[in-house]
């Protein structure tokens, strides 16, 4: 059993930090790999994506050629919150384990480069979780209230805090792509000396890299569809990302005209990995939606939900499916939107 534990916190913890367009999935258990995995998804959320919540029925207004670009303008700060839903348990569980998650971070470009690339600052600045486990009651976390009663909201709580106003740089081209991250050795403190801590650094780094839909350089119409395929070496196997962008058109969203666009996500586990597992994905349902203010240059919203069935099979024991569910949803706000 502590063979097939390891093997479920490995491969959660590469869903964490390759799932990257729209939203990760979450919770295989409850461990230190999993905080290592919620860390590295939502600090790659303060990178690009943002979800509006309450978009109802945007109406369409255009078909015509555009052309996508980020303003990338030197002062351009934006707040982004990023709230998480998710439900995980084994096939045939009645009640599965809750999970609700809540990240506030400040964007910012802190320099342009004048080459259609700039540096951009995120900070987290609270980071607040809710989770419901069958037989073991409530946990809630908040970095703004360091001092809960419950000895695991603590534990978590001190992994957390050192990330906390610390400032993350990477550098974003006018298309969305991100490169040259770099995160203060002070802000990894809380999870050096936790399971997979060693690895914290280069999971964040992977999820913002990785985090952008890289827009097309050229022109394209309502129609449009483009793929990105992201893949990394894990201790699960190789991991993969399919996400399809299909361009939908202008709309207007409550009296503002911004750019949708459709997101679909094929995940994949290939190869051999260090449990001697074989590790699948016999069902999957991954989409959403963004929306991308083509005048301001920045992504106003994205929205994800998943569906999944993850298959773990070792030897001489009995396959076991996991069922995740999950809405992940992000939103950018200027200055003058934050109440």
Same mark, same amino acid.
């Given at each position: ?29 409850? *461990?230190? $790999? ?28 255009? +078909? ?27 096939? $045939? ?42 037989? +073991? ?46 995160? /203060?050795?002070? +802000? ?7 399971? &997979? &801590?060693?690895? @914290? ?9 990785? $985090? ?22 894990? /201790?699960?196997?190789?991991?993969? +990302? *399919?996400?399809?962008? *299909? ?7 409550? &009296? ?14 290939? =190869?051999?990995?260090?449990? =001697?597992?074989? @590790?699948? @994905? ?5 989409? $959403? ?51």
């Amino acid at each position: 059993m502590n063979r097939l534990n390891a093997c479920f916190e490995s491969v959660q913890s590469s869903l964490f930090h390759n799932v990257r367009r729209l939203g990760e999935p979450l919770s295989i258990r409850w *461990t230190d $790999g999993m905080c290592l995995g919620m860390i590295a998804n939502l600090v790659s959320g303060c990178a690009v994506l943002a979800v509006v919540i309450g978009v109802l029925s945007p109406l369409q207004v255009s +078909a015509q050629e555009v052309e996508f670009r980020w303003k990338l303008a030197k002062g351009t700060k934006l707040l982004s919150i990023i709230s998480q839903d998710s439900q995980q348990g084994e096939e $045939g569980v009645e009640n599965p384990v809750s999970q609700k998650t809540e990240m506030t971070q400040d964007w910012e470009v802190r320099e342009n480069f004048g080459d259609g690339t700039a540096l951009v600052v995120t900070t987290l600045r609270r980071a607040q979780l809710n989770l419901e486990i069958p037989g +073991a009651g409530k946990i809630d976390v908040d970095t703004n209230n360091p001092d809960d009663d419950s000895a695991f909201a603590k534990q978590i709580t001190k992994m957390f805090r050192p990330l906390i106003d610390a400032e993350c740089t990477n550098s974003m081209s006018v298309l969305g792509k991100i490169s040259d991250v770099k995160i /203060p050795e002070a +802000a990894l403190e809380g999870f050096r000396n936790t399971p &997979g &801590g060693g690895n @914290i650094e280069t999971m964040i780094k992977e999820s913002i890299e990785n $985090g952008s839909p890289v827009f097309p350089a050229q022109r394209i119409a309502p129609g449009f569809s483009w793929t990105q395929i992201t893949s990394n070496k894990t /201790p699960a196997g190789l991991f993969s +990302a *399919t996400n399809r962008y *299909t361009y939908k058109g202008l709309v207007v969203v409550e &009296g503002r005209k911004i750019h949708e666009f459709g997101v679909d996500t094929q995940l994949n586990f290939a =190869g051999e990995n260090t449990f =001697g597992a074989k @590790i699948s @994905i016999p069902q999957q349902s991954i989409s $959403g939606k963004m929306f991308f203010d083509n005048v301001l240059g920045y992504l106003v919203s994205s929205e994800q939900t998943q569906d999944m069935t993850m298959l773990i099979e070792l030897p001489k024991q009995k396959p076991t499916k996991q069922i995740h569910k999950q809405t992940l949803k992000t939103r950018f706000l200027l200055p003058s939107e934050i109440k």
